[in-house]
């Protein structure tokens, strides 16, 4: 599984970056604007959270495929290595092939249907986004969109992946999983309660409770050898 974090906020990227294994982080206009700083200064700022290694998204904002090209080659300028996120509209498909053709990866987002995330692949992209939750909030299956769009990029040997985005709870994170996607990306919030248990909380209380019994307060295995 290939995580990353759905985010802008610097402070939560880089605690993810020392705690988690992070492949990445996305980021959307929304995401963007909560910051309320110039897109220049967020994007610099994560990219020195993160380094060169791991991934960044970014989405661009044209209404026309020409604008999102250019769009695409600004934020490139800024950032080498930056993903450039791209709706699946018409105008988005258009401006996937043409930034496909600059050797630019792109993710294709805003995914609610099986063939958006088809034609996105064909045209160009490396990552496809379902949005698990709105589509269930909606009473319709977001699951099942993110297996359907698997299937179809072995199917076709595509040369694409399935990012799992729009999670509200683990359980949405966990159908993903088996549903095979290839990629995640989750809100901070979210995130942490992958690893949340009471029984693990207790577990490890217990644990110390009995080691400090015999070894003391506040000590390791490093005292105890
Ligand atoms: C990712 O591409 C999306 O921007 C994001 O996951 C949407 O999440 P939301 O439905 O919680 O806004």
């Given at each position: ?29 929304s ?8 897109l ?14 791991r ?39 258009k401006?996937i ?14 995914i ?10 064909v045209a160009?992209?490396?990552f ?11 009473c319709s ?23 799992g ?26 995130f ?12 490890v ?5 009995d ?15």
């Amino acid at each position: 599984m290939i995580y990353m974090l759905d985010t802008a906020n610097i402070e939560a990227i880089c605690r993810a970056v020392d705690l988690y294994p992070l492949a990445g982080v996305t980021t959307n206009p929304s995401i963007i604007a909560q910051e309320n700083r110039p897109l220049k200064e967020i994007l610099l700022g994560i990219r020195e959270c993160i380094g060169r290694e791991r991934m960044l998204h970014a989405q661009v904002m044209g209404s026309d495929a020409q604008t999102m090209l250019l769009e695409a080659i600004a934020m490139r300028a800024l950032d080498p290595e930056l993903i450039i996120k791209v709706p699946v509209t018409q105008q988005g498909i258009k401006a996937i092939k043409l930034i496909a053709a600059k050797d630019i990866r792109i993710t294709a987002t805003a995914i609610l249907t099986p063939q958006q995330a088809l034609m996105a692949a064909v045209a160009g992209a490396e990552f496809l986004a379902p949005y698990v939750n709105r589509l269930d909030n909606i009473c319709s299956d977001g699951i099942n969109l993110a297996a359907e769009i698997s299937l179809l990029i072995k199917h076709y040997h595509l040369n694409a992946k399935v990012l799992g985005a729009s999670f509200k709870n683990v359980q949405q994170i966990h159908q993903l999983a088996l549903a095979g996607a290839h990629s995640v990306t989750i809100s901070p919030d979210v995130f942490d309660l992958l690893l949340s248990h009471p029984l693990t909380d207790s577990g490890v209380a217990g644990f110390r409770a009995d080691w400090e019994k015999i070894y003391g307060d506040n000590t390791n295995v490093l005292d105890a050898l």
